[in-house]
């Protein structure tokens, strides 16, 4: 993003009235992405609030928790928050360490039906997800599967963009490392782990934050392989939330558990989310 | 085999490439078993179910082509086309405008333009249960309910939103925009960033200006990121689920049921595994002739330089 904060500098001379219009125009769009959230956040600090109705003061009076601890004590908030981040820490980092090995065979590797492979992985990246979901629960439910952390986690724990995206980013190291690192006697193992994964790590942080964002937020794969509400992680489980009918202040506590943590990951690590995008973007 | 010393040079280049290539199956176990038990198994499950009549309890038979005859004539089946084509056709050209105008306006450097960014961005890291909790209050029909109040501003009367069976959709449509323009916008602030400055000042120098510039400089050469954000928008509309399960539910009357959500209904609403995995196939033949009719008239290529 940095670089381009001059592209379009030289399109357009700068011009105050201009400047204001332009202004006035991102604060409008910016109120409106940003508007949902802060009632979201002031409604769910309100004291018995049944329905959400404007005009609406935005700093409650009195302030309150009493809508957390009501969410807390009726449904199971807790354990799918614990659910949520076990599932979601541990999909992370066994996708993205998977991804960095398959990748790093994929650049460097001459290993019997490699192109094959490749190939059959190209192809799954076509199949749209939700055209598998009821197979996948088929075959689940005859492992007997439904209800564990294996199939909350399992299909995350290795990432065909994953393995392309860091495939690439090992062919664009120079052979003369692996060389070195040979003639030093490294096996193929400490030539991936201490000469090439070290120079990749930008790529697997990218990796990492897309794939904790994708597998936090990911609603329809953990409701289908999941029906006791103590194994729901905290999106499946705000879902039965928003179609109960409780009322407003409950859902928007709700809503603010379920928004915080990405918000949180979101400022913290900005940058590579925007870099994740363009690199999928760009390359297509 | 017929020669003993050529089926021994054979054999021991077998064994020198397969010694050669043992090292590395352990960089990839991992993901293949993953690839295997995720994808290739469901793959041949998918087919193999369609022919079967289950509930994956009690009955299991073989019903043959059964399945696939009865798409023909199954009208629950056709309104979910139609209605997924809907939001489709509201959706794509909306999302294209509205990202497309959003990226054109802060593709420049004035002070504080990072941070708006960011901040419409956030919709697009919020979790669906998260999108559909806010929501269902906003689109609340009661006349004091936050969008019929800022509606009645300008002098609106109260809508129903989602439980009236014509704006059900074009809400469902809102959400998914308010969503996702931010994601678009990035795409296309990086195509808009990838032009180089000198074509600007060319055309300048022959004489364009102002709109003839965007004209004949930016989106001819937009043109490929333009395809990308059709394709995978359009692959992305077509199986939108989340918001629909948690607002409507499909309804009210089957106004919202899209395909993916019928592919639901069916499995585990009816218990009917095996019209839903043959429902499967077709879905995913339908998004695939979709993409690749795009890809090929919407043209990703690079000739445009």
């Known amino acids: 993003m940095s670089v381009s904060e001059t592209s379009s500098a030289s399109v357009e001379k700068p011009n105050l009235i201009r400047e204001t219009i332009i202004y006035i125009l991102m604060a409008a769009v910016a109120i409106t992405t940003v508007g949902p959230f802060l009632i979201m956040l002031s409604v769910s600090l309100t004291q018995n609030i049944r329905f959400i109705t404007f005009p609406i003061e935005l700093i409650p009076t009195p302030m309150t928790l009493e809508n957390f601890q009501t969410l807390f004590a009726r449904t199971d908030a807790l354990r799918w928050l614990f659910n949520s981040v076990y599932v979601a820490v541990i999909s992370t980092l066994g996708g993205v360490i998977t991804s960095s090995m398959a990748g790093y065979a994929f650049a460097r590797g001459n290993f019997w039906g490699k192109n094959v492979i490749f190939m059959l992985f190209l192809g799954i990246l076509i199949m749209p997800d939700t055209a598998l979901i009821v197979p996948q629960f088929v075959v689940l439910s005859r492992l007997g599967l439904v209800n564990t952390y294996t199939a909350l986690i399992g299909p995350w724990f290795a990432s065909i963009f994953g393995t392309f995206l860091l495939r690439q980013a090992y062919l664009s190291i120079p052979r003369d490392y692996d060389d070195a690192a040979t003639i030093d006697g490294a096996n193929l193992w400490q030539n991936w782990w201490h000469v090439l994964m070290p120079q990749v790590v930008p790529t697997m942080a990218t990796l990492a934050v897309l794939r904790f964002m994708g597998n936090w937020n990911s609603f329809f794969y953990p409701m289908i392989v999941t029906s006791k509400s103590d194994m729901r992680t905290l999106t499946v489980g705000l879902g039965t939330v928003a179609r109960s009918g409780g009322d407003a202040g409950l859902d928007m506590a709700g809503a603010v558990l379920g928004f915080l943590p990405t918000l949180i990951v979101f400022v913290l690590m900005q940058r590579y989310i925007i870099r994740g995008i363009s690199l999928s973007g760009v390359k297509g | ?305």
């Not at chain 2, 050669?20 to 293949?32: G, R, T, V």
């Not at chain 2, 309910?145 to 509606?151: D, E, Q, R, T, V």
């Not at chain 2, 102002?210 to 059709?230: D, E, K, M, Q, S």
């Open chain 2, 1 to 305: 085999m017929a020669v003993a010393g050529s089926s021994q040079r054979a054999s021991s280049q077998f064994l020198k490439r397969l010694r050669s290539s043992l090292p590395w199956y352990p960089f990839i176990i991992i993901n293949a078993l993953v690839f295997v038990l995720f994808n290739l198994v469901p793959w041949f499950s998918m087919f193999r179910y369609s022919v079967l009549k289950t509930d994956l309890l009690s009955t299991r038979e073989f019903v043959g082509l059964d399945h696939f005859v009865r798409m023909l004539t199954d009208a629950k089946l056709h309104k979910a086309m139609l209605n997924t084509a809907w939001f489709t056709l509201m959706y794509i050209p909306l999302l294209v405008v509205a990202s497309l105008g959003v990226a054109i306006l802060v593709n420049r450097p004035l002070r504080g333009m990072k941070a708006f960014r960011a901040i419409y961005f956030l919709p697009n890291i919020t979790s669906v249960a998260v999108l559909a909790l806010i929501f269902r209050r906003f689109l609340s029909p009661r006349p004091d309910g936050p969008l019929n109040f800022l509606i009645g501003l300008v002098g609106i009367p109260p809508q129903k939103w989602l439980i009236d069976v014509y704006q059900a959709m074009p809400s469902i449509v809102g959400i998914s925009l308010w969503e996702a323009f931010g994601y678009f916008m990035v795409i296309w602030l990086a195509g808009l960033q990838a032009i180089p400055n000198e074509l600007y000042d060319a055309a300048k120098v022959d004489g364009a200006d102002g709109w003839r510039l965007h004209r004949y400089v930016t989106i001819p050469l937009l043109r490929p990121t333009a395809a990308f954000i059709i394709v995978i928008a359009t692959i992305g509309a077509l199986q939108v689920f989340g918001s629909i399960f948690i607002l409507t539910g499909g309804g009210p009357v089957n106004a919202t049921t899209t395909v993916v959500y019928q592919i639901y209904n069916e499995a585990f609403n009816f218990g009917r595994f095996g019209y839903a995995s043959a429902l499967s196939i077709l879905f995913f033949l339908i998004i695939l002739i979709i993409a690749l009719i795009q890809s090929r008239y919407l043209r990703f290529g690079d000739d445009v330089y």
